[in-house]
Every structure is written in structure tokens, then in C-alpha cells.
């Protein structure tokens, strides 16, 4: 597609309830990010995917967060059992080479009630 | 650990005067380092990259400079308009090329 695209674009969930966020990168792009935002916040890395290597996921906060990439184009992010601080701005950003920068998709609002 | 630092003030400006903003980082040496705009309910847009090896980058109103030795790089908006007003997001990359970014400054352009 034209873009990356991000689905849902808002959530809102039960404490404990598994939520999927699902991103749709640029056709190509080899390179996927996950980040997330809080109000007011920085973005804070989670996943990082690069080809067919083995994912860095040194940001995901905690096990109850996990992430794939099926043949080299979607990605799920998965959250199990959410918490109220799980709540911000989930987004995806793909690339081709880092020098041309990330492109973003709007993100996923996350609200877990 | 690496750190970011912004502004930590949201800058307000006169249509037409230049914006200066700062971003400062410590704890490591990135090669490159990147800015994007961001609006409200939408994801951060690149801007522009700048080389370690380069002082000062341009693209049309925007200026960008990077100082290895200060750790410190300074983007400039000239001749600045009410449609610049948004948040401005510092990104160093990391050695293994991943970007983390700072927390924003937020300008706001009055006309």
C-alpha cells in the first residue's frame, strides 16, 4: 500500500483481556518497528524486525508481550492479560534503509479499563 | 543508560521568526541522527537525516545542525508559518539501527 497502515486505530478493553494490534507495512520494506507512546511521553522501542533475522525484541516491558512477523510483511503485536499501564499509543513504523527514515502508521490507541 | 533531552518548554513563535530547538544526548555516539514531525493523532514523519561526519544540513526552511563533541543537535525552522506549529522529535540511532527519540518539543506558531 501507500502507507503503513495500523488496525484497530482504537481499542478499548477489559483489564486482564488479551488484545491483538495488527500493522500492515509498506510492500518491501524490510525493516519493521514497534514503539509505543505515552501521553505526553517519548516513543518507547518495543520489537524490531529485520528481514529473515531472528527479531530484537529487547524492549518488549514484560512476557505478557509478543510479537511476529508472518513472511516478511504483517505484524501482530500481541498483548496478553492487559493492565491499566498498558494503556498509550501503540505504533509501526517500516523501512528500506534507515537513511531514508521511518514511515509511521497513525498507531493503535490502546485503552484498557 | 542513553538518554534524550528536548526542550523541555513548548515553544510559542511569531509568524515569521526562526524556531530553534535543542536536542541533547548522552551515553553514547550515534553515526546518524534523525528529526520528525509529529501532529496530533498521527504518527511521527521524517524530515531529515544527519551524518555525523556532516555539520549542517539543510531542506528548504529547515536547518539542522550536529555537534559530535557537544552531543548536541539544533534544528531551525526560518521564516516560520502557523502550519509549522506540531511536535518536533529528536531520533539518534543506536549502534545496532534502531532510533530512540526524545521526548518532543511542541512549537506553536502564532500568526
Known amino acids: 500500500g501507500a502507507g503503513v497502515s495500523q488496525s484497530p486505530s482504537n481499542k478499548v478493553t477489559e483489564k486482564g483481556k488479551d488484545v491483538e494490534l495488527r500493522c500492515d507495512p509498506i510492500s518491501g520494506h524490510t525493516a519493521l518497528y514497534w514503539y509505543r507512546q505515552s501521553l505526553g511521553q517519548g516513543l518507547e522501542f518495543l520489537i524490531y524486525?529485520?528481514?529473515?533475522?531472528?527479531?530484537?525484541k529487547s524492549g518488549l516491558p514484560s512476557d505478557r508481550f509478543s510479537a511476529e512477523r508472518t513472511g516478511g510483511s504483517v505484524s501482530t503485536l500481541t498483548i496478553q492479560r492487559t493492565q491499566q499501564e498498558d494503556s498509550a499509543v501503540y505504533l509501526c513504523?517500516?523501512?528500506?534503509?534507515?537513511?531514508?527514515?521511518?514511515?509511521f502508521g497513525s498507531g493503535t490507541r490502546l485503552t484498557v479499563v | 543508560s542513553q538518554k534524550i533531552e528536548q526542550n523541555s518548554e513548548a515553544l510559542n513563535i511569531q509568524e515569521g521568526k526562526t524556531a530553534t530547538l535543542t536536542c541533547n544526548y548522552t551515553?553514547?555516539?550515534?553515526?546518524?541522527l534523525q528529526w520528525y514531525r509529529q501532529d496530533p493523532g498521527r504518527g511521527p514523519v521524517f524530515l531529515l537525516l544527519i551524518r555525523e561526519n556532516e555539520k549542517e544540513k539543510r531542506k528548504e526552511r529547515l536547518k539542522v545542525t550536529f555537534d559530535t563533541t557537544l552531543k548536541q543537535s539544533l534544528f531551525h525552522i526560518t521564516a516560520s508559518q502557523p502550519a509549522d506549529s506540531a511536535t518536533y522529535l529528536c531520533?539518534?540511532?543506536?549502534?545496532?539501527?534502531?532510533?530512540?527519540f526524545g521526548a518532543g518539543t511542541t512549537v506553536t506558531v502564532r500568526a
Open positions: 524486525f529485520q528481514g529473515n533475522s531472528a527479531p530484537d
Open positions: 531520533a539518534p540511532l543506536s549502534n545496532d539501527y534502531k532510533l530512540s
Open positions: 513504523a517500516s523501512s528500506l534503509n534507515f537513511q531514508w527514515g521511518y514511515t
Open positions: 551515553n553514547y555516539s550515534p553515526a546518524y
